[in-house]
């Protein structure tokens, strides 16, 4: 049985991994990307779900997502050359800052 924080960390990998064979898969139109995004996902959304033992449904989702969103932006800048202007610094900024705040302060994170 994996730890409930572990298990949310590497569902969080899995995402942003799947995500990242997204961009790569072509809206479906390529077969090894595509297959990469479905094991990733689903591989996600098991350990997203050992995490669900210990951690509140809307805080997990809300760390998976946040986390996710974040890594992907800087995985689309770096990777994929993708632009991010001051407006999409500042938004994603504000994501982080809210994780930390639920994370730190919340009562109902199952720490």
Not at 12 to 34: H, R, Y
Not at 61 to 86: E, N, R, T
Request: charged share 5%; net charge positive; hydrophobic share 55%.
């Amino acid at each position: 049985m994996i730890p409930a924080y572990p298990a949310l960390l590497l569902a969080i990998v899995c995402e942003v991994i799947g995500t990242s064979f997204l961009q790569k898969s072509a809206q479906f139109t390529k077969l090894w990307p595509t297959l990469g995004v479905t094991a990733f996902y689903g591989l996600s959304f098991y350990l997203l779900s050992h995490s669900l033992r210990v951690i509140p449904l809307g805080i997990a989702y809300a760390v998976w997502s946040g986390v996710g969103i974040v890594l992907v932006a800087m995985i689309g800048f770096l990777v994929f050359k993708q632009k991010i202007d001051l407006a999409g610094v500042i938004g994603l900024a504000m994501i982080v800052g809210g994780v930390i705040v639920v994370n730190l302060f919340s009562r109902t994170t199952g720490h």
